[in-house]
């Protein structure tokens, strides 16, 4: 599929959270991510971050919230990685940095994947140790193997 087929996917993740905003809260903790801080509401939205080097490669990424007494206390992004993707993955960190710093407060990269295999590379290609952040790779199974499942 097309990049513009995983743009429509951050789309109906964006979507989603609109809706039900306590969905990011729900797919964060399905990954190996820290606890989260306690919060009184979340605030879905996005954000827009484009490659300084290449400006071709731009994605809007879904964003929730926590905001605590109004102010937020912890961020999640997601990015929908449909299969591996170096220009897709090149954009992470800028999107994390630039997000901590607009908000003023952590945040965590949710990257829900198609396979177990792309799962493997997100958690690879994300080692950022240095900088204390890696993306949280999230497997959203295929309809056919949850059939398989309850059969």
């Not at 809260?25 to 605030?43: A, I, K, R, S």
């Not at 220009?87 to 945040?107: E, H, K, N, S, V």
């Amino acid at each position: 599929m097309a990049e513009a087929d995983d743009r429509d996917l951050n789309q109906v993740v964006a979507d989603l959270f609109e809706i039900r905003p306590e969905s990011a809260v729900d797919w964060y903790g399905m990954t190996l991510g820290q606890p989260l801080p306690q919060f009184d509401t979340v605030d879905p939205g996005s954000i827009k971050i484009r490659a300084p080097e290449r400006p071709e490669i731009d994605r809007i990424l879904p964003l929730a919230l926590l905001l605590r007494s109004g102010k937020p206390i912890y961020g999640m992004l997601f990015d929908v990685l449909r299969s591996p993707s170096d220009d897709q993955a090149m954009l992470w960190l800028p999107a994390i940095g630039g997000t901590q710093d607009a908000y003023q407060c952590p945040i965590a990269l949710v990257v829900p994947c198609l396979d177990k295999a792309t799962a493997k590379w997100a958690l690879a290609y994300s080692k950022w140790e240095n900088r204390g952040c890696y993306a949280l790779p999230l497997l959203i199974p295929r309809p056919e193997d949850l059939i398989r499942k309850h059969v």
